[in-house]
């Protein structure tokens, strides 16, 4: 098979000149004298015969002599072809090639001859050896980012083939568009007319979907090989995903994590072994036998007894790839929980069932530290050192008390409202709502007969880790008296009653958040405050809300951006600062850490605010915070290897759990003319088996010039116009 | 008479058409009738009619009425019988030049039209009839017979043709049988008719026109007037070529159709003189690269030569 490319394609332009001799012809046609003749009664018939081989001597003339134009034009373009039959043919042209390389985290995976990338390395290594002198060669490496080896191609193959020796897989996962995009680019600064690039990859992973990109204009001429790398087929089974309920955990509070496994074998069975760690202290195994393509899902029960965000990790029977075999989490463990509860001027509101959710009496520790104060009494000190604030639906405050109640939410604190009582709704709208934003209560909903309940309860978000039949037992309470909310922007309905009323929502404010039920505590509304349910959906209602620890994200993905909170807030509180400050402070995000912490007397100094990251291969890295209220904000983005990174500064520490993309982790090669399609590029040629690669490369890169045939081409066809014209001049045209 | 005529071929007008030159060499020619025609005068023709010349003819019986001089008293003294001596009769010629004057014949490809070059034929033709006492006349025709001037022998006879043949000018389409028949039907005495044309119309009508005059009796000659390039077809470059009569337009490559065209040409005449041949018309093919006098003197004398 034969691929044309051309090395200097400027010259195509001359082709355009193949239509001079087109229009010569058409102008002579309209040009023709006009000659009056007497009578043409012999001419007419004669005239259609001869006429007819006239003109197509002449057509076959025209069309000579425009291929003799464009052929010269297209051997001055330096024509030059590869392919099986290219040895035929003299000469070659010098070549720019890219050697694209897949360092994605499948190709870690380990065969009998050891893993893929030792065998896309001795691919890359027999391309150079391929390759002759003159050549120029540069690596580029890829997962989610592209990364040249090289600043410049380089003519030293032997500096090429020691840097392939170095190069080594990642944990990312490929990102093809950017890739190609990038090595286009780097080919198109070359300097050599013949231009290749080789992808060297296990091509797994590519989620075809994901891939959009339209590179035919940065193509051009360079030719594309795939060269598909691997080991032999097995089962891969990987852990998916580690399910950590949202909010905090406490100490000694069973907290269920659910484990996703997945069997990528779409036809095999396969077992999995898997056991669940806590602070390097092994919690809880089991086994799973999992169908061919089947995912499975296994709830460990854990049980924190240090109160701080402790790194977890989930770990399967190592396979042939091991990335996917681990998952790491964090659980964010709280010794305490420190709750205000706020109450009305009676009972109606149901602050005495609310007083007495909130403080269990357990033997031993009381994990929730309940104050109660009563509404009119309610003063800033009062809201130093809590964690979540619980308002009753009778309570009414006053102008300054709900400042402070939306500082302290603004500032990171958590506030649950319950709702309900006709005669407080407008003020808590006006006091509350107002300064919270987002949310309304349009009014309040009387049942004179009958009753809602709550539906299509589900074992997520504030209700994860309940059990069907607690989730019946919720569903049985009947409600006769509830508030219409109206969740606006930025807050979102988590629970509904049967109709679609909303039934409980969650907004956040500032660096805090706010949750409010659409019902009370109290006996009059609903038989909720004598369920059995009350008090565990209060309690999780209250952990969630807590603190900063229970809501920041703890996971991310290899090479994404992780961002900690870190709370710095009590060295805050114990200076006293008054809410405004502190709102003055969240208000300036981009403001130094030192900065801002020097704001206030006996703020921590800047050394203080500078964080330290441990990296999971150990590595340290120092890098600033921004002081948010109470919280130092900590971002960190060099997040290449999985695992657990520990953020420790101001005197504390936060931990985030990095893992692997499992997208990766479907083996399967991708179907590479379709991936092509996907990426707008051409593929000149696919190198599957790695023995021929040598042979294959120099077959497909060698490009044959083939100047000299056209010329000799255009040679004989002005020969031929030569001998053709002459024989139309036999037919008596005068000299 | 020729001296008279060489004077009005002094006049400018007339010099148009009869060059003094010409007029010098027609001097000692005539044009003699092969075949026998009708005149009122007596001339050198031989006339149909036995009447009371000097060449005898016969003798016949005497019918009464017959003018008794006529009788030839010496047969009557050795048979006893009236017999009258009859003598035939030698007449003027009548003639007639049927000039072609449509669009075919303005076509002129290095020097004069063909109409032109056959008016000057024509007038040369009539000037040596009306020298030699005969009558002499012209039509010019296209489709249709436009012109007519009668044969007559007076002596303005020639200004009269010369007038006419001045005002002939190409005109319209070719349809020389109409032309023809209806001269035909028109000269009821026996004569010479000369028609000067290109012949480009239906080859088996023209024969038709030209067996009509036969029928009449008349000694029909024609001159097959055609221009060189007419014969050849001798262009050196493509071009579009217009039908003169039609407006057909044509591409052509001359050099690439010549060979075949000349062959057509020269079947067509030479069929044009097998038919004439058949019956007994004169074929004269002529061009207008000769002069036309001397054509018209190599014709005279091939034709006195054969008698």
Known sequence: ?735 | MAQKLRTMARDERVARFLDPEVVSRLRHMELRARLVVEGFLQGMHRSPYHGFSVEFAEYRQYIPGDAPRYVDWKVYGKTDRYYVKVFEEETNLKGVVLLDKSASMGFAGKGVTKLRWGSMLAASIAFLMIKQQDAAGLVLFDDAIREYVPPRSVRGQMFQLLRTLELAAPSERTRLSTALHGMAERLRRRGLCILISDLFDDTESVMRGLKHFRHRQHEVIVFHVLDDLERTFDYSDEARFVDMETGQEIRSQPWFVKKDYRARVDNWMKDLARQCREHQIDYVPVTTSTPFDRALLAYLNKRSQLG
Request: glycine fraction near 8%; hydrophobic fraction near 45%.
């Open chain 1, 1 to 735: 098979m034969f691929n044309f490319t051309f090395l200097n394609s400027l010259f195509l332009a001359g082709i355009a000149a193949g239509l001079v001799p087109i229009v010569i012809h058409l102008l002579n046609r309209r040009q023709l004298r006009r000659v009056e003749f007497s009578d043409l009664r012999f001419l007419a018939p004669l005239n259609q015969q001869r006429m007819r081989s006239l003109n197509l001597r002449r057509l076959l003339l025209l069309l000579l002599r425009v291929a003799i134009i464009v052929f010269t034009a297209v051997a001055m373009a330096r024509p030059s072809v590869r392919g099986t039959f290219s040895r035929l043919l003299p000469a070659q042209a010098r070549s720019s090639v890219l050697l694209l390389v897949d360092t994605s985290y499948s190709m870690r995976t380990e065969g009998e001859s050891g893993a893929a990338m030792d065998a896309a390395k001795a691919a890359a290594g027999a391309i150079v050896d391929a390759l002759e002198r003159g050549d120029q060669v540069n690596i580029m490496t890829f997962d989610a980012t592209p990364h040249a080896e090289f600043d410049r191609a380089v003519h030293d193959l032997a500096l090429v083939r020691e840097r392939i020796g170095t190069l080594a897989a990642g944990h990312g996962v490929t990102d093809w568009a950017p890739a190609f995009k990038a090595a286009l680019a780097s080919l198109q600064g070359a300097t050599e007319p013949n231009r290749e690039l080789y992808v060297i990859s296990d091509f797994a992973g590519a989620n075809l979907d994901s891939v959009r990109a339209d590179l035919a204009a940065d193509q051009k001429d360079v030719r594309i090989s795939f060269v598909p790398v691997g080991v032999e087929a097995f089962v891969n089974v990987s852990v998916d995903e580690v399910h950590v309920p949202p909010g905090a955990v406490l100490v000694d509070e069973p907290t269920h994590v659910s484990v996703t496994v997945r069997n990528h074998a779409p036809d095999v069975p396969a077992d999995c072994n898997m056991q669940v760690e806590l602070a390097g202290a092994p919690k809880g195994e089991t086994s799973l036998r999992l169908a061919g393509g089947a995912t499975a899902t296994h709830e460990f029960t854990l049980v924190a007894t240090t109160a701080a965000a402790t790194a977890g990790v989930v770990r399967k029977k190592i396979d042939r790839l091991p990335e996917d075999d681990v998952r790491y989490f964090v659980l964010p463990v709280l010794d305490q929980l420190h709750v205000l509860l706020v109450k009305g001027s009676g009972d109606a509101g149901g602050s005495f069932f609310l007083g007495r959710a909130l403080a269990p009496a357990r033997a031993g520790r009381t994990p929730l530290a309940l104050t109660e104060v009563d509404a009119p009494r309610l003063a800033t000190r009062d809201l130093q050192g809590i964690d979540v604030a619980v308002l009753a639906s009778d309570a009414v405050l006053g102008e300054s008390q709900a400042q402070a109640v939306a500082d302290f939410v603004h500032d990171g604190g958590g506030v649950l409202m319950l709702s309900g009582q006709r005669a407080t709704a407008e003020i808590t709208n006006r006091m509350i709502l107002g300064r919270l934003g987002g949310a309304r209560i349009r009014g309040i909903v009387q049942q004179a007969q009958g009753y809602v309940n709550l539906e299509e309860l589900r074992a997520t978000g504030i209700l994860a880790g309940f059990k069907d039949t607690e989730l019946h037992t919720l569903e049985a309470v009947k409600f006769t008296r509830y508030a219409e909310l109206a969740p606006g922007a930025g807050v979102r309905p988590v629970l509904r009653f049967s109709g679609g009323a909303p039934a409980v929502v969650e907004g956040a404010h500032g660096s805090g958040r706010f949750m409010m039920f659409a019902f009370d505590a109290g006996l009059e509304g609903s038989d909720l405050a004598v369920s059995p349910m009350f008090l565990p959906l209060l309690h999780r209602a209250v952990l969630y809300l807590a603190g900063e620890a229970g809501r920041q994200k703890t996971g991310a993905l290899v090479g994404e951006r992780i961002e900690v909170q870190v709370p710095v807030a009590s060295a805050n509180r114990r200076a006293g600062l008054d809410p405004e400050t502190r709102l003055a402070q969240a208000g300036r995000l981009d403001a130094p850490a030192s900065a801002a912490a020097s704001a206030g007397d006996g703020a921590p100094g800047a050394d203080e605010l500078r964080f330290t990251v441990t990296t999971p291969s150990g590595r340290k890295d120092a890098v600033p915070a921004h002081v948010v209220g109470r919280m130092a904000l900590v971002a960190y983005e060099d997040t290449r290897e999985p695992g657990h990174y520990v953020f420790e500064g101001a005197g504390h520490q936060a931990v985030c759990a990095v893992n692997v993309n499992v997208r990766e982790s479907d083996l399967r090669r991708a179907d590479l003319p379709e991936l092509a399609k996907h990426l707008g590029v051409q593929i000149s040629a696919t190198i599957d088996d790695p023995e021929s690669i040598p042979h294959a490369v120099r077959e497909a890169r060698h490009g044959k010039e083939l100047y000299k045939l056209v010329v000799a081409l255009v040679l004989a066809l002005m020969t031929l116009e030569l001998l053709l014209s002459r024989a139309a001049g036999d037919s008596e045209q005068p000299a």
